[in-house]
């Protein structure tokens, strides 16, 4: 059947010498892969600007339903980035975002909250008053929310997060897995919507290890960001 979505590429891989298959996170069906053929083609359904990661597309796809590769009918570009292909900050923190979607975006139904959370983050990476130099963390910190696993804002003085148990505590947990003090302290500001005006970057950037460790934790198959060095030295 013909079934007309939105879609957000997560990312893309040859097949043969001119096809593509395209991971796609949509928001009436979740994750789907599709075969697209003569994506170098003019005739092509899919130019190659539009298999990028984290391109939003407006779709009709054929869809038996059974699991396997889908077929795109028609497509269009639902939104044109003005800033993410041009500034490099910001295409890194695309790369790094599309890395983390294709890692986490695995069930195929629905999910609207979660899909209008990732256009809506895509609108403000691009924005051109963008903050770009927390937006890594606070992209992790509430997706965690639409995964199950969002650390609750604690109602009193706390000293360490624990990430095996996804609390708050007072003392050091009888395990190598928890936040440290100053990183437990920007955790608690950026989970209070605060925008510190200075951060010590080590604390910053021993945080972001943290979070993707949590994210190790709760999701079986997390793995390694390759994007994640990139990250560090250009924030």
Same mark, same amino acid.
Not at 4 to 25: D, M
Not at 128 to 147: T, V
Not at 189 to 210: F, G, T, W
Not at 220 to 232: R, T
């Given at each position: ?9 997560? /990312? ?7 096809? @593509? ?7 009436? =069906?979740? $994750?789907? %892969? ?11 359904? =899919? !130019? ?12 009709? *796809?054929?869809?038996?339903? !059974? ?5 795109? @009918? ?21 790369? &790094?975002?599309?890395?983390?979607? *294709? +890692? ?18 895509? /609108? ?24 199950? &696993? !969002? ?5 009193? +003085? ?9 609390? &708050? ?5 009888? /395990? *190598?897995?928890?936040? %440290? ?9 950026? $989970? ?5 005006? @200075?951060?010590?970057? *080590? ?24 994007? $994640? ?5 250009? &924030?």
């Amino acid at each position: 059947m013909l079934v007309k979505h939105k879609a957000i590429v997560l /990312h893309s891989i040859p097949y043969g010498e001119n096809s @593509k298959v395209v991971k796609c996170f949509t928001d009436n =069906l979740g $994750l789907q %892969s599709y075969l697209v053929n003569g994506v170098n083609n003019k005739k092509g359904v =899919l !130019k190659p600007s539009m298999v990028m990661p984290l391109t939003q597309l407006s779709i009709v *796809a054929y869809h038996k339903g !059974k699991g396997g590769l889908e077929r795109i @009918k028609e497509a269009r570009l639902e939104s044109n980035y003005q800033n993410i292909p041009v500034d490099p900050m910001r295409n890194a923190l695309a790369i &790094f975002v599309s890395e983390i979607l *294709a +890692k986490v975006c695995q069930e195929e139904h629905e999910n609207h909250p979660l899909y209008n959370f990732l256009e809506n983050q895509l /609108h403000l990476l691009d924005a051109s008053d963008a903050q770009l130099g927390l937006f890594h963390l606070y992209f992790l910190i509430e997706l965690s929310s639409f995964l199950g &696993f !969002k650390p609750s804002v604690p109602l009193r +003085k706390i000293l360490y997060f624990d990430m095996m148990e996804g609390t &708050f505590e007072t003392s050091k947990p009888l /395990h *190598a897995h928890y936040l %440290s003090e100053d990183e437990t302290v920007l955790l608690c500001k950026l $989970l209070n919507k605060e925008r510190p005006s @200075k951060i010590d970057k *080590a604390v910053k950037m021993s945080l972001l290890d943290k979070l993707l460790e949590y994210y190790k934790i709760q999701i079986d198959g997390f793995g390694d960001i390759k994007s $994640l060095e990139i990250i560090k030295m250009l &924030f």
